[in-house]
């Protein structure tokens, strides 16, 4: 039994190679976990060229968890192969036997990227080019518009009114980036989103003559809503980038990493909508897609004075989750209420939507009979056929029984549920046994002191009422009052963290205790939050040029901080003091 768990347990794997550039070494690596073989042959890839291996690697670990040990084992085979021509090259699977058994790798692919063509500029580097690939490239100066961009892109260049277009936003970059802040995010107007899932991951990608690190920052599913030329507007963002400085040590020259922070702008993209197809049928209502329409009955079987359902369902892939509900007529005789609708979608493939579009009505019949519900036809665009589509729809046929609780008079009381304990009947009062005494309390001084109470409980409330009214008006006079209050709340928060050594949490509540404070003390609005507005800020408000340096300094470190993996207690403690004090100097302007 232990040897079928350990066959189980076994694999063999191609960890995912990424592409390269022409004319550099990459290696191509084979993993076998739990199990013991020999060798792979050295696959043949095309336009690459082996240079040697496979060398081999193993990796173990125990774990002891509950009382039980838990190993692994792995063996890591590496190729290592230079990229001799640009293109794609796809690896085939490959097989080692373990114990008498075969396991095999799946085929995968990349793609080798042509070399730099020359910059015009020059970029950072004197006299050549930023090369993502070279570190020694990137050396200090102006980062040119070619070596750090944004791009907006769509997956189609013309669609149709409420075909799905994804829209993407990355980054393309020569340089590490340390820190990457989006100040103004790209408006889509004219459009419904719904936001895709990213993978952050980076990769290596030819654009325009230039190879770059990209990785995706957003993705969206678009459906346009009007034809004509749509245009999404320009972002901008501040990225914090590293470069490398040579430095001279004598007899050997090395290099070490300056950061540099850079504001950039996306492009502005444009995309071509047309017009559905006129002239447009009758009860067509901007469906676009492929879809189907099922109706149902509950109960089947109806009574007077009893609720019941008719649901009508669409489903299918397109702009299911922007759909209308159905114009439902019910026959006379017939009390229908007000539908229901639940949408469940979901994203197909990254580029449409799926699911189901469901209306509940609920109704009552309040007559005997034979009726029947018209089946209202759906009609939608078909993307693939390019023309309007009609589901027709069956009418619903309902045979109508009398129901238990139909009351023959209108004043006869039922019997009530013996489950129901908080409804009684009505009863009835006599005039003969009804007595009327009159009891005026005008005169009474009881009467006199509660409406003096009254009345000056009333002005009271007029009092504070208008108070309250004058505060509210005073929004920058609340902002400013609260901001001292809010941000030590905040600070202390990140003590709390700073105790538990929670050095994530620390960061992200120490820059919300800063830029809070800043906007609401600055009376600076969220989105108009940076460096510059703040120094200018801060001189006005009459703080000096060496405590304005230092809270910018405490800022930028804060933000810094949160992308750097380790730090210590005594760095943690000193900046979380410096923000203290950064808030302390400028109270103390406020009190002079």
């Known amino acids: 039994m232990a040897s079928i768990f350990a066959v189980l347990g076994q694999s063999f794997t191609l960890v995912p190679p990424r592409n390269v550039v022409e004319g550099k070494n990459f290696a191509l690596t084979f993993r076998l976990s739990d199990g013991e073989a020999n060798p792979p042959s050295a696959p043949q890839l095309e336009g690459c060229k082996l240079l040697f291996g496979p060398s081999t690697s193993t990796m173990s670990s125990t774990q002891y968890i509950n009382g039980k040990v838990t190993s692994t084992y792995s063996v890591d085979y590496t190729f290592t192969y230079r990229a001799e021509k640009a293109g794609d090259v796809n690896v085939p699977a490959m097989s080692v036997t373990v114990g008498g058994h075969t396991l095999s790798s799946r085929p995968a692919s990349f793609k080798i990227l042509p070399s730099d063509r020359p910059q015009q500029s020059g970029?950072?580097?004197?006299?050549?080019?930023?090369?993502?690939?070279?570190?020694?490239?990137?050396?200090?100066g102006r980062v040119s518009a070619d070596d750090l961009l944004v791009r907006v892109s769509f997956s189609k260049s013309t669609v149709y009114e409420q075909e799905p277009v994804v829209a993407t936003i990355k980054v393309y970059t020569k340089y590490d980036i340390n820190s990457f802040m989006p100040t103004t995010q790209p408006a889509f107007e004219g459009f419904l989103t719904e936001e895709l899932p990213v993978n952050l991951e980076v990769s290596m990608e030819h654009y325009n003559g230039q190879n770059y690190h990209t990785a995706v920052l957003k993705r969206l599913l678009l459906y346009p809503q009007r034809s004509g030329t749509l245009s999404v507007n320009s972002g901008k963002y501040d990225v914090t980038i590293v470069q490398y400085e040579r430095v001279n040590m004598g007899f050997f020259q090395t290099s070490r990493p300056v950061e540099r922070q850079v504001t950039t702008s996306s492009n502005a993209a444009t995309i071509t909508v047309r017009p559905l197809p006129e002239p447009r049928p009758a009860g067509f209502n901007g469906a676009v897609g492929k879809f189907s329409v099922e109706t149902a009955?509950?109960?089947?079987?109806?009574?007077?004075?009893?609720?019941?359902?008719y649901s009508y369902t669409i489903k299918g892939r397109g702009n299911i989750k922007f759909l209308s509900e159905p114009d439902i007529q019910f026959p006379a005789g017939i009390d229908a209420y007000t539908p229901k609708t639940d949408i469940n979608a979901s994203v197909i493939g990254g580029t449409d939507m799926s699911g189901t579009f469901r209306t509940d009505i609920t109704f009552v019949p309040q007559e005997v009979g034979n009726f029947e519900i018209e089946g209202v036809p759906f009609v939608y665009f078909d993307l693939d056929s390019k023309s309007y589509v009609t589901v027709d729809v069956p009418s619903t046929p309902i045979k109508v029984l009398r129901g238990n609780n139909s009351a023959p008079a209108a004043t006869q009381q039922t019997n009530i549920d013996d489950v129901i304990d908080d409804i009684l009947h009505i009863h009835s009062i006599k005039a003969e046994n009804q007595t009327h005494e009159l009891d005026y309390t005008f005169g009474k001084a009881t009467y006199w002191f509660a409406y003096i109470l009254v009345a000056i409980i009333l002005i009271g409330l007029v009092i504070v009422y208008r108070r309250q009214i004058r505060l509210n008006a005073d929004v920058s006079g609340r902002r400013l009052a609260k901001a001292s209050r809010v941000a030590t709340r905040r600070l202390k928060e990140a003590r709390g963290y700073m105790d538990r050594h929670d050095n994530d949490k620390f960061y992200a509540a120490v820059a919300s205790a800063l830029w809070g404070y800043m906007s609401d003390k600055l009376?600076?609005?969220?989105?108009?939050?940076?460096r510059d507005n703040i120094s200018s800020k801060l001189e006005?408000?009459?703080?000096?040029?060496?405590?304005?340096?230092?809270?910018?300094?405490?800022?930028?470190?804060?933000?810094?901080?949160?992308?750097?993996?380790?730090?210590?207690?005594?760095?943690?403690?000193r900046l979380y003091q410096q923000a203290t004090d950064a808030i302390n100097a400028i109270q103390n302007v406020a009190k002079r």
């Open 123 to 140: 970029g950072a580097a004197a006299g050549g080019n930023v090369r993502a690939d070279d570190p020694s490239t990137q050396t200090p």
């Open 297 to 309: 009955l509950d109960p089947e079987l109806l009574r007077t004075n009893e609720a019941a359902v």
């Open 523 to 530: 009376s600076i609005p969220a989105s108009q939050l940076t």
């Open 540 to 573: 006005a408000y009459g703080l000096s040029r060496d405590k304005i340096d230092e809270v910018v300094d405490v800022l930028d470190r804060c933000e810094m901080a949160r992308f750097t993996p380790v730090h210590s207690d005594d760095e943690v403690s």
